[in-house]
Nanobody, 121 residues
Framework: QVRLVESGGGLVHPGGSLRLSCAASKTIVVTGITGWYRQAPGKQRELVATITAAGNTNYVDSGKGRFIISRDNAKNTADLQMNNLKPEETGVYYC???????????????WGQGTQVTVSS
């Protein structure tokens, strides 16, 4: 079992920035897809950003130009830099690392416990 630990959350004012980090207990960041998800009370969890093993990135439309997902293979970590944060981006941010085998079966699907991000004045 791989353990994921998120860090970097906190309270910021609108327009502020945070850098979230996801650390995996084993070297798997480079082998699959790493994603950051956000969930607020009463709302559905939504995908914020992903980075693939090949280094391809994808972002929720609202985060494009402000969010950057990256990874450090040597440290086995994945970060999410969030700039110019908005109040509606408040929520618990979860790290996910997953990979599917050829044929569709899941090889692994790990989740962290989440880190709280609050954007408020």
């Amino acid at each position: 079992q791989v353990r994921l630990v998120e860090s970097g959350g906190g309270l910021v004012h609108p327009g502020g920035s945070l850098r979230l980090s996801c650390a995996a207990s084993k070297t798997i960041v480079v082998t699959g897809i790493t994603g950051w998800y956000r969930q607020a009370p009463g709302k559905q969890r939504e995908l914020v950003a992903t980075i693939t093993a090949a280094g391809n990135t994808n972002y929720v439309d609202s985060g494009k130009g402000r969010f950057i997902i990256s990874r450090d293979n040597a440290k086995n970590t994945a970060d999410l830099q969030m700039n110019n944060l908005k109040p509606e981006e408040t929520g618990v941010y979860y790290c996910n690392m997953r990979r599917w085998m050829p044929g569709g079966q899941s090889e692994y699907n790990y989740w962290g416990q989440g880190t709280q991000v609050t954007v408020s004045s």
